[in-house]
């Protein structure tokens, strides 16, 4: 799960760490990524740029082999100027298309506002695709989350349960259908 947001009083980590209770509550293993714990540095040399991938820094290393173990990914997204933050896309950047590919992606959104960042989820679906991840069909929008979650991610509103369990069900569907189709079918080498 990617986290995007690092500035300071950051609604994020709420929604972050109730999507990661809500499906490790399901079976699923969560790995976090969140560029304000890694530190990572604004793109200048992305880590499949590497000659030699153990020579990148650490944080690089531990992310790539996250995302390739990973059967999904999960972005969860603030809406700064009606767009994704930038730290998102510079931690999403960093990394090889393939290590993406033919992942399905779920997209979580959050404003203080009315929207819940739906905004964000726009040009966040495209930039996914381009990865070469499979976003689902259907997003998740937090609308005023300083009311919808406390700050441990415990959900104050039931619509925020409900909205979860649809992503996380059509997530899980598509991650095992992909699964078990590239066991019998291997995709087209990228």
């Known amino acids: 799960m990617f986290l995007g947001s690092t500035r300071d009083g950051r609604m994020g980590a709420r929604v972050a760490n109730f999507m990661r209770k809500h499906m490790e509550?399901?079976?699923?293993?969560?790995?976090?990524?969140?560029?304000?714990?890694?530190?990572?540095?604004l793109l200048r040399l992305p880590f499949h740029w590497y000659s030699d991938p153990s020579a990148a820094p650490e944080?690089?290393?531990t992310c790539d082999t996250a995302?390739?173990?990973?059967?999904?990914?999960?972005?969860?997204?603030?809406?700064?100027?009606?767009?994704?933050?930038?730290?998102?896309?510079n931690l999403l950047d960093h990394f090889d298309p393939k290590s993406y590919s033919y992942k399905p992606s779920g997209i979580v959104t959050y404003s203080p506002g009315?929207?819940?960042?739906?905004?964000?989820?726009i040009p966040l679906r495209a930039f996914l695709?381009?990865?070469?991840?499979?976003?689902?069909?259907?997003?998740?929008?937090?609308?005023?989350?300083?009311?919808?979650?406390?700050?441990e991610g415990v959900p104050k509103k039931d619509d925020v349960i409900?909205?979860?369990?649809?992503?996380?069900?059509?997530?899980?569907?598509?991650a095992s259908a992909m699964r078990n189709h590239k066991d019998k079918v291997p995709p087209p080498s990228l």
């Open 25 to 41: 509550e399901k079976g699923m293993k969560v790995d976090l990524l969140d560029p304000l714990e890694l530190d990572i540095p």
């Open 59 to 61: 944080p690089l290393q």
């Open 67 to 89: 995302i390739k173990n990973a059967d999904a990914v999960v972005v969860v997204s603030a809406e700064y100027n009606s767009m994704p933050p930038p730290a998102l896309i």
């Open 114 to 121: 009315s929207l819940g960042g739906a905004r964000a989820s």
């Open 129 to 151: 695709t381009e990865l070469g991840c499979l976003p689902v069909r259907e997003v998740m929008g937090v609308s005023s989350v300083h009311d919808a979650l406390d700050e």
């Open 162 to 174: 409900t909205k979860a369990n649809k992503l996380i069900a059509e997530l899980e569907w598509m």
